[in-house]
């Protein structure tokens, strides 16, 4: 329990700062309105918060151990459902909008950032109180 707790301590603001980048990105950099933020901030999280199952699922590496093919195969369809939204014609039910193509590059690295410095966190925490 201890561990978990732990856990929800120290990643818990990890993805918190990973919002407040978003924000600040959405609001200086593409100028967003509501809708664009809104949609841009719901790809973000998604795949921000699927993704680093890879990380968390395992004690170890995440890249010497392999997730089972149901996960793997589950986590990316969530995340690309979530990358189409915007462009399908759930998008103006959802208060979606269309994504600018920039934007994807901010996305991969937000999401390489993230699962870095989860994995950062989790390597410390796992040494510390495992």
Partial sequence: MRLIRHFMIFIGPVSSIFDFLTFFIMLRTFNAGAVLFHTAWFVESLATQTLVLFSIRTAGNPLHSRPSLPLT???????????????????GPL???????????????????????????????MRRYA
Avoid at 73 to 91: M, N, Q, R, S
């Fill in 73 to 91: 195969l589950t986590t990316l369809l969530i995340v690309l459902v979530g990358f189409v939204l915007p462009y399908t014609p759930l998008a």
């Fill in 95 to 125: 208060g979606f909008t269309p994504l600018p193509a920039l934007y994807f590059l901010f996305l991969a690295g937000m999401i390489v950032s993230y699962l870095l410095l989860v994995e950062l966190v989790k390597r410390r925490l």
